[in-house]
């Protein structure tokens, strides 16, 4: 059998060593050719050694200098690039034939979109680049004839619920969310999450954007726009119902009233591996299975956009169009960090999103640095606000 040649990009991330360590149990089934990381470049040394890609990227010249101390003169020696163009080239490069999309941010964008201009087959993470330029990266896609994969859960589980039926049967996209650590909140005790609270995802490990979109519900907000553009349905047909248990992944209502839906234990190799194999066969993972008896009951409930607003301002970026939603993923981008470095309340989030998307005049997205502009819009706008509203003294 012959081998995939693969690239992952942001390999020392959460998504990124999850595919690694899905590679690492099939190493007849892949080749890692490239990976790009940001600045841990320790964790990229010991990626280096087991997998010997034959190209690296890294953030920085700083890095790259603190990459090379850390390779002896035993260990592979990978041509070393650097940032942006760096992770674009490993995105492209001639002999890889699947790339994994995985830079946390709109610092995934240009990679992403190398990966789709090469005409590469690509398992989708980076959500944040669909969000800011979905429409224009499924039309490219569509013209160099290589899939975009979903590896973002709900959108695999969707992908999966699809196989076998036919597209106009179905009536609703369904999103789960989890509805994060602040779900039984009150909005007195929502207003005072600390960045450690909010970081203290109920059922999955993951990066501390996305963790803290999680506590937002701004994640499902963002994902609302991934299906849009990914399924080609439009917002109305697709709707949000909080699971706290992460068990089901998400489901497609179809026109006959039927439900199909994809349940697993919240493990992102799943998802990655159904990516890193489509069209099939599937991979025996060994993971845990899932044990509904033990789990007993599974909840569902409605999302209360009163104590989390974020998610409506996507869906209200959506139906304004063009660079609507690329502004509102600037805008949350920099309020996420705000909130991190403990300048902002959480509530701020979603009031320096919703500041961002008020103040902003759209404009269509016809390039990536159309789509690129308008998430630094929302960026500046949303940390212009928020330093009038919060800063002290
Ligand atoms: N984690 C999850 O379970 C899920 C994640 N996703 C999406 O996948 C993406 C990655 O998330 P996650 O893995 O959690 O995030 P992490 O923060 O764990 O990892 C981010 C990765 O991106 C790299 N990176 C960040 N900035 C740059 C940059 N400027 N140039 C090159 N590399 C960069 C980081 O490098 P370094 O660490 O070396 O600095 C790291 O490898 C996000 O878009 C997220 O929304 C979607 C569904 C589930
Ligand atoms: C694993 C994954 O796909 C995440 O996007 C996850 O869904 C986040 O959890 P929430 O459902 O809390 O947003
Ligand atoms: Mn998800």
């Given at each position: 059998m012959?081998r995939r040649?693969i690239?992952?990009?942001?390999s020392t991330?959460?998504i990124?060593?999850?595919?690694l360590?899905?590679?690492?149990r099939?190493?007849?089934?892949f080749?890692v050719?490239?990976l790009a990381?940001?600045?841990?470049v320790?964790v990229?040394a010991?990626?280096?050694?087991?997998?010997?890609?034959k190209v690296?990227?890294?953030?920085?010249?700083?890095?790259a200098?603190?990459l090379s101390g850390l390779?002896?003169?035993?260990d592979p020696q990978?041509?070393?690039l650097?940032?942006?163009?760096?992770?674009?080239?490993?995105a492209?490069?001639?002999e890889v034939?699947?790339?994994?999309?995985?830079?946390?941010g709109?610092?995934g964008?240009?990679?992403?979109?190398a990966?789709?201009?090469a005409?590469?087959?690509?398992?989708?993470a980076?959500?944040?680049?669909?969000?800011l330029?979905?429409?224009?990266?499924?039309?490219?896609?569509?013209?160099t004839?290589?899939?975009?994969?979903?590896v973002?859960s709900?959108?695999?589980?969707?992908f999966?619920?699809?196989v076998?039926?036919n597209?106009?049967?179905?009536?609703?996209?369904?999103l789960?969310?989890?509805?994060?650590?602040c779900?039984?909140?009150d909005a007195?005790r929502i207003?005072?999450?600390?960045?450690a609270?909010?970081?203290?995802h109920p059922?999955?490990?993951m990066?501390a954007?996305?963790t803290?979109?999680?506590?937002?519900?701004?994640?499902?907000?963002?994902?609302?726009?991934?299906?849009?553009w990914?399924?080609?349905?439009?917002?109305?047909?697709?709707?949000?119902?909080?699971?706290?248990?992460s068990?089901?992944?998400?489901?497609?209502e179809?026109?006959?009233?039927?439900?199909?839906a994809?349940?697993?234990?919240?493990?992102?190799?799943?998802p990655?591996?159904?990516?890193?194999?489509?069209?099939?066969?599937?991979?025996?993972l060994?993971?845990?299975?899932?044990?509904?008896?033990a789990l007993?009951?599974?909840?569902?409930e409605?999302?209360?956009?009163?104590r989390?607003?974020a998610?409506e301002?996507?869906?209200?970026?959506l139906r304004?169009g063009?660079t609507?939603?690329?502004?509102?993923?600037?805008?949350?981008?920099?309020?996420?960090?705000?909130f991190?470095?403990g300048k902002i309340?959480?509530?701020?989030i979603a009031?320096?999103?919703s500041?961002?998307l008020?103040?902003?005049?759209?404009?269509p997205?016809a390039?990536?640095?159309?789509?690129?502009?308008a998430?630094?819009?929302?960026?500046?706008?949303?940390d212009?606000?928020?330093a009038g509203?919060?800063s002290?003294?």
């Amino acid at each position: 059998m012959t081998r995939r040649k693969i690239s992952i990009l942001g390999s020392t991330g959460s998504i990124g060593t999850s595919a690694l360590d899905v590679v690492g149990r099939f190493p007849d089934r892949f080749e890692v050719v490239g990976l790009a990381a940001g600045g841990r470049v320790d964790v990229l040394a010991a990626q280096i050694r087991a997998f010997q890609p034959k190209v690296v990227s890294v953030g920085d010249e700083a890095g790259a200098r603190a990459l090379s101390g850390l390779l002896g003169a035993g260990d592979p020696q990978p041509e070393v690039l650097v940032g942006s163009r760096g992770a674009c080239a490993i995105a492209s490069l001639p002999e890889v034939d699947f790339v994994l999309a995985a830079i946390a941010g709109s610092a995934g964008m240009l990679p992403t979109a190398a990966a789709v201009d090469a005409g590469k087959v690509v398992g989708l993470a980076n959500k944040e680049s669909m969000v800011l330029a979905g429409e224009y990266l499924m039309a490219q896609a569509k013209r160099t004839g290589a899939p975009i994969l979903p590896v973002d859960s709900e959108h695999s589980a969707i992908f999966q619920c699809l196989v076998g039926h036919n597209r106009d049967d179905v009536r609703r996209l369904v999103l789960t969310a989890s509805g994060g650590p602040c779900r039984t909140w009150d909005a007195d005790r929502i207003e005072a999450c600390t960045p450690a609270e909010a970081l203290k995802h109920p059922n999955w490990s993951m990066g501390a954007k996305i963790t803290v979109d999680s506590a937002t519900l701004m994640n499902k907000g963002l994902e609302v726009i991934e299906a849009r553009w990914l399924f080609d349905l439009p917002p109305e047909q697709i709707s949000i119902v909080v699971h706290p248990e992460s068990v089901v992944h998400s489901m497609v209502e179809y026109v006959d009233g039927s439900v199909v839906a994809q349940l697993g234990t919240p493990d992102m190799r799943g998802p990655i591996a159904y990516a890193l194999t489509w069209p099939g066969p599937r991979l025996p993972l060994g993971l845990p299975p899932l044990d509904l008896p033990a789990l007993g009951k599974l909840a569902f409930e409605e999302p209360d956009p009163r104590r989390f607003p974020a998610y409506e301002l996507a869906y209200e970026a959506l139906r304004i169009g063009g660079t609507a939603p690329a502004v509102v993923s600037g805008a949350d981008e920099a309020a996420v960090a705000a909130f991190l470095a403990g300048k902002i309340p959480f509530p701020g989030i979603a009031a320096a999103i919703s500041h961002a998307l008020e103040a902003h005049s759209a404009r269509p997205v016809a390039s990536v640095d159309d789509a690129i502009a308008a998430s630094d819009e929302g960026r500046r706008s949303a940390d212009g606000w928020l330093a009038g509203r919060f800063s002290k003294g």
